[in-house]
């Protein structure tokens, strides 16, 4: 089931990637989850961008040490935007964490995914995209850092 997001968002948009994320850093440098928070909320009718999330979770304690956020915070804004968990995989995805995934998907949710965009270094190399749909094992995302499926 392919979820169809109403905006798709870069956080390297100039009209605010160089606006401070939180206290430090900038949107384009690091504002991936909240752009993806941006997609997901016009998802749910909510009429958002990463510089109007960034704004309001600068303002509403949404974030701590500066930039991180605070899973939920959105929350107390759209109390239909609740935060549901989270499933760590240091490892490959094992066949019930795929099929975890695809019912979400199936159930009209997108996924919040972290990935390791350079997964040949030995460290995480963090990166937030959005699960909009998949084919067999592979998960088709939605990519904050230049808005592409």
């Not at 303002?59 to 959105?74: F, Q, S």
Request: with cysteine; proline share 5%; glycine share 8%.
């Amino acid at each position: 089931m392919k979820l169809i997001l109403p905006k798709k968002y870069s956080q390297n948009n100039p009209l605010w990637k160089n606006k401070v994320l939180g206290t430090q850093g900038t949107i384009g440098q690091y504002g991936c989850l909240i752009s993806c928070i941006a997609m997901v909320s016009t998802y749910f009718g909510h009429d958002e961008n990463p510089d109007s999330i960034n704004t309001y979770l600068t303002t509403n304690n949404g974030y701590v040490n500066g930039n991180l956020y605070i899973w939920n915070a959105i929350t107390k804004k759209y109390p239909d935007m609740v935060y549901q968990g989270i499933v760590r995989t240091p490892d490959t995805l094992i066949k019930t964490q795929m099929d975890a995934i695809r019912s979400i998907i199936d159930q009209g949710f997108p996924i919040f995914l972290k990935i390791d965009v350079i997964p040949s270094t030995s460290k995480l190399d963090e990166h937030w995209v959005i699960g909009t749909d998949y084919d067999g094992d592979d998960i088709i995302i939605q990519d904050p850092w230049d808005g592409a499926e």
